[in-house]
Nanobody, 126 residues
């Protein structure tokens, strides 16, 4: 089992920045990919970014590329999401997720992730 705990959500003005963190514990050596998703009220959960556990390869939603950056620490116990130039439409609950290896994997599909954090609220005011 893997436990994920997000932190860093806050109320921020448009144009500001935030860095979210996701701390992992448990059988983290079994992981393949870490991801960030977000869900706004009344909307489906949306892929934000992902990073390979072993290679550091990064994946981004096209609409967020250039403003958001995913990274992880060398110990592979924490993944970060740096969010810059925030807009009111970035307001959502942000979730950290992690996936075990599998033969077929779609990086932006929530159903392909095995573990989820409880979420952290990001609110961007105009």
């Amino acid at each position: 089992q893997v436990q994920l705990v997000e932190s860093g959500g806050a109320l921020v003005q448009a144009g500001g920045s935030l860095r979210l963190s996701c701390a992992a514990s448990g059988r983290t050596f079994s992981l393949y990919l870490w991801g960030w998703f977000r869900q706004a009220p009344g909307k489906e959960r949306e892929f934000v970014a992902a990073i390979s556990w072993s290679t550091d390869r990064q994946y981004y939603a096209d609409s967020l590329k250039g403003r958001f950056t995913i990274s992880r620490d060398d110990a592979k116990t924490t993944v970060y999401l740096q969010m810059n130039s925030l807009k009111p439409e970035d307001t959502a609950v942000y979730y950290c997720a992690a996936a075990r290896p599998r033969s077929i994997f779609t990086v932006n599909h929530p159903s392909d992730y095995d573990y989820w954090g409880q979420g952290t609220q990001v609110t961007v005011s105009s």
